[in-house]
């Protein structure tokens, strides 16, 4: 469970550390870790949007940090530099079950009380965020949920029928993304930056596609019993 060290330049004087957790299966999840040069009081953990990985919230973690707060990034499995088949997993609930073995190894091996957590999730990584929240009711600070992909929009009549029997069938295992680079932002630096980016998948498991949207239902019916304090931006 230690955390392997690889300090990387930033576009600060706070640096970035890379490092691994494993998971109660065995995966080395990879992540980053934005620190102050003393002990951290507070933590803030961001979860990345499908398809893409904690590389690409630098500019936001470095903005958050602060002299007594760490933030942390992670690699949901099957993204990034973490370990499986792109966009892929077991289940749905194995992605939020990752989100609780991370945090709770982070309170551990950096001394933070979970109630100085506060998490910050965009997009499929704000439903893993909720579902953690919902689901295991830790007692964090607040959580951020920026854009939650609570209804993704699927364009073709009947997509979510004909995708169950399709992976019931064995006939489609991934789904590309229609997300193209324009639709994230104006910024044509960040644009260009989401496009060249190699460690960017565009597909997405079906199993996943179908347990999101699933999970997605379940939250929205069941919202009363999330405690948390929460804010949730659509744009």
């Not at 980053?32 to 003393?38: D, E, N, T, V």
């Not at 995708?163 to 069938?169: E, K, S």
């Amino acid at each position: 469970m230690s955390p392997m060290d690889a300090p990387t330049v930033g576009q600060s004087d706070r640096a970035a550390c890379e490092r691994t957790f494993r998971t109660r299966d065995g995966v080395d999840l990879f992540y980053r870790a934005w620190l102050p040069g003393g002990a951290a009081a507070k933590a803030v953990v961001l979860f990345h949007r499908g398809h893409e990985h904690s590389g690409r919230l630098g500019e936001l973690a470095r903005e958050l940090a602060s002299d007594d707060t760490a933030v942390f990034a992670w690699d949901a499995r099957g993204h990034g530099r973490s370990p499986g088949e792109r966009g892929y997993a077991d289940h749905f609930a194995t992605l939020v079950k990752d989100a609780d073995e991370f945090v709770q190894f982070l309170c551990r091996y950096h001394d933070i009380p979970i109630e100085n957590v506060a998490a910050v999730g965009h997009s499929v990584g704000a439903v893993v965020l909720a579902a953690w929240v919902h689901d295991f009711a830790p007692p964090i600070r607040g959580m951020v949920l920026a854009t939650p992909a609570l209804r993704v929009k699927l364009y073709v009549p009947l997509a979510v029928p004909l995708l169950r029997l399709g992976w019931a069938m064995g006939f489609v295992r991934h789904v590309k993304s229609y997300v193209k680079p324009a639709m994230l932002t104006h910024d044509p630096r960040q644009a260009r930056g989401y496009a060249d980016d190699p460690l960017v998948s565009r597909q997405i498991a079906v199993n996943i596609l179908l347990e999101l949207h699933d999970a997605a239902t379940r939250l929205i019916d069941d919202a009363a019993a999330i405690r948390t304090p929460t804010l949730s931006r659509n744009a």
